[in-house]
T-cell receptor
Framework: DSGVTQTPKHLITATGQRVTLRCSPR?????VYWYQQSLDQGLQFLIH???????AKGNILERFSAQQFPDLHSELNLSSLELGDSALYFC?????????????FGNGTRLTVT | DAKTTQPPSMDCAEGRAANLPCNHS???????VYWYRQIHSQGPQYIIH???NNETNEMASLIITEDRKSSTLILPHATLRDTAVYYC???????????????FGSGTQLTVLP
C-alpha cells in the first residue's frame, strides 16, 4: 500500500459528460502529480501541484483541469468527455517540490467513456 | 532529458535472480536513475533509485556502471508476484525545469516462470 488514495476506483460515463477524480496524498507529502495511462500511449504526465500551487504541466488537454486544496487532496476534472479519454488515471505524491524524493502512486481510477 | 533503452521482454525462472538491464548513455552527471514496476493495471510501484553508487533495499539492488551509461536492476530471488512491467527512468537534474515529474517509457515486461 503506497498510502496514496484515489477515488472512485471505476467510473463509467457517457460522451460529453464531466467527471471529477479525487486523490489523497500520503501523509506528509506536499506534491501531487496526475498521470494518464491509455493502451496506446503509456503513462503520460498531466500536471503537478505543490502545496496548492501548479508547478508543471505536461500533455494535459484544455478540457481537463486540476486543483490541490488546502488539506492537500487534489481533484482532476475532466469535461466534454470523449471516447478517447477512456484510460487509467493515476495520482502520485512526493514529499517535496523539486528534487529526488520518489513519487508514490495510487492504484488509479479506471475511466470508461461510452 | 536522458533517454533509456530497455529490452521489451524477459523471462526468469522462479527462485532465480532477475537481472534487468537499462541503457542510458546520454545521462548527465547529476541525473538519478529510478526503477519502478507496474503489476497489471495497478499503480506504478517505486523500487529503488541511485546516482552512481550501487544501492540495495529490501526489494532489489541497483548496479550502475562506473561511466553511468547503463544500470541493472537485480531481483535476487524472483517470485511469480514479481511478474510486471519494469520501468527504468532517468530523472532530469534539479536545475532542469522538468525535474519534478518522471517520464515513463515502455519498460520491460518481466515474466517469472514457475
Amino acid at each position: 500500500d503506497s498510502g496514496v488514495t484515489q477515488t472512485p476506483k471505476h467510473l463509467i460515463t457517457a460522451t460529453g459528460q464531466r467527471v471529477t477524480l479525487r486523490c489523497s496524498p500520503r501523509s506528509g507529502d506536499l506534491s501531487v502529480y496526475w498521470y494518464q495511462q491509455s493502451l496506446d500511449q503509456g503513462l503520460q504526465f498531466l500536471i503537478h501541484y505543490y502545496n496548492g500551487e501548479e508547478r508543471a504541466k505536461g500533455n494535459i488537454l484544455e478540457r481537463f483541469s486540476a486543483q490541490q486544496f488546502p488539506d492537500l487532496h487534489s481533484e482532476l476534472n475532466l469535461s466534454s468527455l470523449e471516447l478517447g479519454d477512456s484510460a487509467l488515471y493515476f495520482c502520485a505524491s512526493s514529499v517535496g517540490d523539486i528534487g529526488i524524493s520518489p513519487l508514490h502512486f495510487g492504484n488509479g481510477t479506471r475511466l470508461t467513456v461510452t | 532529458d536522458a533517454k533509456t533503452t530497455q529490452p521489451p521482454s524477459m523471462d526468469c525462472a522462479e527462485g532465480r535472480a532477475a537481472n534487468l538491464p537499462c541503457n542510458h548513455s546520454t545521462i548527465s552527471g547529476n541525473e538519478y536513475v529510478y526503477w519502478y514496476r507496474q503489476i497489471h493495471s495497478q499503480g506504478p510501484q517505486y523500487i529503488i533509485h541511485g546516482l552512481k553508487n550501487n544501492e540495495t533495499n529490501e526489494m532489489a539492488s541497483l548496479i550502475i556502471t562506473e561511466d553511468r551509461k547503463s544500470s541493472t536492476l537485480i531481483l535476487p530471488h524472483a517470485t511469480l508476484r514479481d511478474t510486471a512491467v519494469y520501468y527504468c527512468i532517468v530523472r532530469p537534474s534539479i536545475s532542469s525545469g522538468s525535474a519534478r515529474q518522471l517520464t515513463f517509457g515502455s519498460g520491460t515486461q518481466l515474466t517469472v516462470l514457475p
